[in-house]
């Protein structure tokens, strides 16, 4: 048990694009558009309430967000692609993945269904573990919020059936932070916190998924004001 609690950290990262090959294919498998729309509101959402803080995209006078979401359906996964603002989502920006190796190869490669210029972001590969080991999940929301990701440690221990939290740091989009996260998830995990990163928050539908991230929001909210007005907000004071 650990004697006290304390802040993580937030890992500085720069993005540098997606980090494991892709390849594009041809295919135009429908996207469901009620999902797809509750997605868009929900990247909006995100974006107004700074869960997903903009970053400069090299060589571009546009921004990208710092976060992602997708579902799974009969025919595969589906995630917004990388380096898009979530305030500003459109529906060609879900991009459909058709195949990965991620299971076969260290560096695993991307196969998606081609939409422009487009790239699936490469948190997919966290998204794919999670929907391989929690079937009945069929939406991920995913953004680097400040709030949950300093107070991961009491989420995880006033949370603890809810809330899982990884052991160490990983960095984004690799192999490393989707088998970190796979390793804590349980039948009951609802919100996984990769530790210095961001989370990843689970549902069997939207509304679900974004109840668990505006649950967290708010408990992290409430944590850090109790701290803020000096209240001695550690482990050993519940204890």
Same mark, same amino acid.
């Given at each position: ?25 041809? !295919? ?33 006078? /546009? ?52 939409? !422009? ?57 690799? /192999? ?13 995990? /609802? ?21 668990? @991230? ?19 907000? @550690? ?5």
């Amino acid at each position: 048990m650990k004697e006290r609690l304390g802040l993580d950290s937030i890992l500085p990262e720069n993005y540098v694009g997606v980090k494991c090959p892709v390849i594009p294919v041809e !295919g135009n498998k429908k996207l469901n558009p009620r999902l797809v729309s509750e997605l868009i509101d929900t990247g909006r959402y995100f974006s107004s309430h700074n869960w997903a803080p903009e970053y400069p995209i090299e060589g571009s006078t /546009k921004k990208g967000s710092s976060g992602n979401l997708g579902f799974i359906d009969e025919h595969g996964i589906v995630v917004t692609a990388t380096a898009t603002d979530l305030g500003k989502l459109i529906p060609p920006d879900f991009l459909r993945v058709v195949h990965t190796d991620y299971e076969t190869k260290p560096a695993p490669t991307m196969y998606h269904e081609r939409s !422009g210029d487009r790239k699936p972001t490469s948190e997919f590969l966290a998204y794919d573990r999670i929907f391989k080991d929690l079937k009945d999940k069929t939406v991920i929301l995913h953004a680097h919020n400040r709030l949950t990701t300093s107070w991961a440690q009491y989420l995880e221990f006033f949370f603890p059936d809810l809330v899982a939290r990884t052991d160490e740091p990983k960095p984004y989009g690799t /192999k490393e932070l989707a088998d970190s996260v796979g390793a804590k998830l349980t039948e009951e995990t /609802k919100y996984v916190i990769a530790n210095g990163h961001g989370f990843f928050s689970l549902g069997r539908n939207v509304s679900e998924a974004f109840l668990y @991230a505006k649950m967290m929001n708010i408990a992290a909210y409430v944590f850090e004001t109790f701290a803020e007005i000096g209240f001695p907000f @550690a482990a050993e004071a519940v204890l």
